[in-house]
């Protein structure tokens, strides 16, 4: 699930709370199908938010749904495999492949034959889960199906929590706080998204309005308002009925996309390969009209007959005008809108579209009812000319950049390697480079007027966008490019995944580690060059050796909010450096599915009887029992003997504050 806008959208902040989740309950039961033959059902209840992942996941993917029956030595025989309901697939650019999942109900069936008289057949399910902002490890639950109880269901118990001082008998609570936490969390992110796309959505309509399609027309309707109105007080009326009439039109619009979609398929627009190949050859179609190609126009007779409406006196009259303005201006609007409610669309909340055409048709209104209420202010207005085409040629540009986007999203999920981020990057230099000159007046498209000279105000835009491209180049060699994070695909997806002239063992610093040092000691390069330690006990073992605190870094390989944490905060050059120099990462793969070796596979503490057979099983553990948390990603900030120098932090995008959580878990290390 990340677009263009999407990403712009990534504002929202988790807040942390120690919490032991359990958002999936078990039930089972047994459906007869002969004398001899049964279906066991499993079937999982899924909290709001929360996604299983199918028992069908491509290799690198998030840990399968794993159903396992004991056969009681021949007197049970399993037939065929476990089947599934159809849940939702999808095409994930984290993981870069389809991906499967269910969400609130999934249930699946088994097809057994009992050899010998049997009164119940026991199995276990391995499961993951994961929400918007966490994912939880692998988590193992004993199931039960009593053979003599067909159609029964029969509840499992789940309950795999640790019983931790007097919190363990109070799982209800614990539930419904977990619920809680998880929909504050949506809400506040689902609100702060509206928020962007209703500014982005204003900014985009007071661009429209600069275009040759729209802004001579504000002119003609103070007229028209002046002219027929007989009182000012009526003109002032009519104007401000004339701008509503504006937006119910745009806002009807966004409703109808979202009506269309729905959101469930809103939401995987995002990630569909052919959305997004389709998406991509809209927008291109988009700017090569900008660009003076050819106009997009609705067809005549619309116009003509909505023209022939705004005839007719009172509000009615007007309200067609106003549709008769959206018509007109089609060739202009009609890409911006497009552009708006393809992002909206693709962000999986059906307020977006709506939202996106509010922002956007009050930028359009607020100028034409201003202006028609208050003739007056016309004189400030500039007058009409060549460089209303020249807007209308930026955003052109503007349009066949973002395009490149999409595409790069489908390229990302097919994993085609075509379009990496040098390849990307260089496309980017190219069109914005190509728009420097436009503005310079070095090239001329159709529909230009002749440049005799260069105003201030182009020169200046013009000297701006060649900054920016300018700013492009280092990525080619792997700079990071923190201004536009999110737009290139990410640093691994390129030719050079650490940066041309990156050697493992070399240091970007004064105050590096001692690469070879920390490598014989056990440590690992990671993401971005960060030297890591994934066993625990080495990695605190060098921290007091160089003298450093420690960062847990409890992650998995099927996290996507570890991930985001990774391309996007850890990327920050202020946060990459103190992770570089200024500690020791700890970094802890709760769904490691390695096998531990023989002198390590011991009791679980959290499941009597149970025993710890993988490593992911024991960082899992140990996160639970110490800090009573099962979600990730979680950092901890600790000293030498093993005591947090900071409350905990979970997923949170915001750089300054990440940074700033660092900086102060050091500063308390020092004192």
Known sequence: MKKSLLLLFLLSVSVFNA????????????????????????????????????????????????????????????????????????????????????????????????????????????????????????????????????????????????????????????????????????????????????????????????????????????????????????????????GISIVVIYVLLGWLVSAIFGPAAMNALSTNVWFNIIFFLLLVVFAVSFLGAFEITLPQSWANKVDAQSNRSGLIG?????????????????????????????????????????????????????????????????KSGGWLNTVKVVLGFLELALAFKFLSNADLVLQLHLLEREVFLAIWIAIFGALAFYLFGKIQLPHDSPVTYISVGRLSLGLLVLTFTIYLIPGLWGAPLKIISGFPPPMKYSESPYGVGFTKTGSTSSTSYVPDDALAAGGEVG?????????????????????????????????????????????????????????????????????????????SKLKPGKKLKYIGQKWSELQTIKYKSNSQPMYILMDHQENNLIEPEAYNPNVQEYLDWLNKGIQNFKE
């Open 527 to 603: 993401e971005h060059g960060i030297i890591m330690f994934h066993d625990y006990n080495k990695g605190l073992a060098y921290a007091k050796k160089v003298g450093k605190p420690v960062m847990i870094d409890f992650t998995g390989h099927a996290c996507v909010n570890c991930r985001k944490m990774e391309q996007f905060v850890w990327s920050d050059p202020a946060v990459l450096s103190v992770l570089k120099n200024d500690i020791v990462m700890i970094s802890l793969y709760v769904d490691d599915k390695r096998k531990l070796s023989g002198d390590e596979i011991v009791d």
């Open 318 to 382: 007007i309200f067609f005008m106003a549709l008769a303005l959206a018509i007109v201006s089609f060739s202009c609007t009609g890409p911006i809108v497009g552009t708006l409610l393809v992002e909206a669309a693709v962000g999986g909340n059906t307020l977006g579209p709506i939202i996106g055409m509010l922002g956007f048709s009050l930028a359009i209104a607020l100028p034409f009812t201003l202006f028609a209420a208050f003739p007056g202010w016309m004189n400030s207005l500039p």
């Open 19 to 242: 919490q032991i989740f359990e958002p999936v309950k078990w039930a089972t039961s047994v459906e007869k199908i002969s004398d001899s033959e049964y279906y066991l059902i499993s079937t999982a209840t899924i909290d709001k938010g929360w996604h299983l992942y199918s028992q069908d996941v491509p290799e690198d993917g998030p840990i399968p749904t794993t159903f396992i029956y004991d056969q009681q030595e021949g007197k049970i025989n399993v037939i065929g495999n476990t089947t599934e309901e159809e849940g939702h697939t999808v095409d994930d650019p984290v993981f870069n492949m389809k991906i499967k999942f269910f969400e609130n109900k999934a249930t699946f069936k088994q097809k057994i034959e009992i050899v010998e008289g049997i009164a119940s057949v026991v199995g276990t399910v391995e499961f993951m889960v994961c929400d918007d902002v966490r994912c939880l490890p692998p988590t193992e639950v004993d199931l039960s199906f009593k053979i003599g109880t067909s159609n029964a269901s029969v509840e499992t118990n789940t309950d795999d929590s640790p019983k931790l001082s007097n919190e363990g008998s109070e799982k209800t609570e614990t539930v419904t706080t977990t619920e809680s936490e998880s929909s504050s969390s949506s809400e506040k992110s689902n609100s702060r998204s509206l928020w962007a796309i209703f500014i982005i959505a204003f900014f985009s309509g007071f661009a429209a309005l600069l275009t040759p399609c729209v802004f001579p027309m504000i002119p003609l309707t103070v007229s028209f308002f002046t002219k027929q109105s007989k009182t000012k007080a009526q003109g002032i009326r009519n104007a401000i009925f004339y």
